[in-house]
């Protein structure tokens, strides 16, 4: 379940890039050779800290993962 939760995330990233270059290309291209990427993921495993009076230890619940009625999609999570 986490492995998925990882790939999605990076999925979710990629878009993310892919729509901000998009949004760029009206401007013109993107400057690459004055930014700095910094890779801001981190592994969640067994030693991950959380919330001290969690009555769980670190677990991702999915609570909704979906298309709604309204023909939008919808994903939430409990961590």
Do not use: Q
Request: net charge positive.
């Amino acid at each position: 379940m986490m492995k998925a939760y990882i790939t999605r995330m990076r999925r979710l990233a990629l878009a993310a890039l892919l729509f901000l270059a998009a949004c760029a290309t009206a401007r013109g291209p993107i400057d690459t050779a004055n930014v700095d990427i910094v890779d801001l993921t981190y592994a969640f495993d067994a030693k991950t800290l959380y919330w001290p009076n969690s009555p769980s230890a670190f677990e991702l619940k999915e609570l909704a993962h979906g298309m709604t009625p309204g023909g939008y999609f919808y994903a939430s999570n409990l961590f």
